[in-house]
């Protein structure tokens, strides 16, 4: 170990910035937050990977028990691993093949550094995004719910023009394969697909448990249009889907009856009625919810605020800004209703512009007193900001909703039904 090097600026160490430039670090971490809050970074690891032959680092950010990912270019990558350096961290740990790093601020403004032996080795995962991807469903494998809705010839070739909604189907299957620890270790899983629409996804979660995962399912696709649930029952009785079966029916009219609800999921229901799927799930004292949300409404006919009105004048702004905070309110309600709650992006933006997926799991523990007055601020505020006088949501779920905010004494884990 090397004695301790003193810098008397609090930008980051030569060492560290001349390993990102010249691709020497395996990895940094910056760590120990300079403030305490809940909604504060918490931890930022940065690693090099190679994206369509061009350096970059991957960002991933931990906001809470939130994890969201940024890849950037090496170049701008200094600028921002900089900022969040100066900014939010007083701890840093950088691996290199050569040496490791570990680095501090002090309290007078200065910033120490020791050298220890060499911890870590390049990963040949750098190159990750450049391998050939593999998929839960394979291409040049016949999938017979694939080759019925049109996506696969029956020589398993997917069609050229099918070839996005593929991926999709596959992407979607990895974010519900990776929730499975979540739900119930055996028996019958209950889910329940809220507009289900053309149910290309709801053949797929079919798929996913009945021939990957083995497991007997009971699914729900719901849809108000007679058409479509005749169309894809058709197909399911054609397929003998055991355990799939599709209902004519409106989203907030929907009965769990006696049936626990493993998983619900609501795939570009328009506007509220992703709401609905949301609020109807959190009363059933659902074990995982995903939601994508299509168009939103509700919010942009109420969004206003001086001082975002520079933001808000634009209408096309507007729209994506009323978007935004919907669906940061969505995630807000489910955390305070008692589930771990993440907004990731669900497919490629070049694909579709609605690509955002909420994912909630319900927690086992209640949160501390203060993290849970943390949230209802944070959900207050949001409204107050932008002068939103009803959330649809907030609405679906009642008087429990209500009740859970003003809790003083202790933090629940849900709403009863």
Known sequence: MNPDLSHSELALPEIVMQSLESGDCIQLLLCKPVEKQVSTLKKVTLRPLVIKGKPHYQFALLRGRQEVHEN??????????????????????????????????????????????????????????????QYL??????????EAIGVMTHAGKVKSAQYRK??????????INDIVPSLSGSGELNIVDFGCGKSYLTFATHYLFTEILKRRVNITGLDLKQ????HCQQIADDLKCDGLAFNTGDISRFQFGSRKCDLSISL????????????????????????VPC????????????????LLRHGILKEKTA???????????????????????????????KNLLIRAVKRQTRLPMREFRELIHQFRSLKDLYSINTFSLEQGLGEGFQNLCRKSGHAMTGIDG
């Not at 040049?140 to 719910?145: I, L, N």
Request: charged residues 20%; negative net charge; proline residues 4%.
């Open 137 to 146: 469903i394979p291409e040049g494998v016949p999938c017979s719910f694939l």
């Open 323 to 353: 978007s935004l905070v919907t669906d940061a309110l969505r995630a807000l309600v489910l955390e305070i209703c008692g589930y771990r709650t993440q907004v990731i992006e669900f497919i490629e933006t070049e694909h579709t512009p």
């Open 268 to 291: 570009h229901a328009c506007d509220t009625a992703t709401d609905a799927a949301i609020a109807a799930a959190v009363l059933a004292e659902t074990d995982v919810i995903m939601a």
């Open 227 to 230: 058409s479509v649930v005749t």
């Open 72 to 133: 950037l270019l090496r170049e701008e990558s200094f600028l921002r691993i900089m900022e969040l350096w100066s900014e939010h961290f007083l701890e840093g740990y950088l691996f290199t093949q050569q040496a490791d790093y570990h680095f501090r601020k002090s309290k007078q403004g200065n910033i120490s550094m020791k050298k220890h032996a060499p911890t870590k080795a390049q990963q040949p995962e750098t190159e990750a995004h450049n391998r050939p991807k």
């Open 166 to 175: 593929f991926r999709q189907i596959n992407r979607y299957m990895e974010f």
């Open 295 to 310: 168009c939103q409404h509700e919010i942009f006919q109420q969004i206003s605020s001086m001082p975002q009105a520079g």
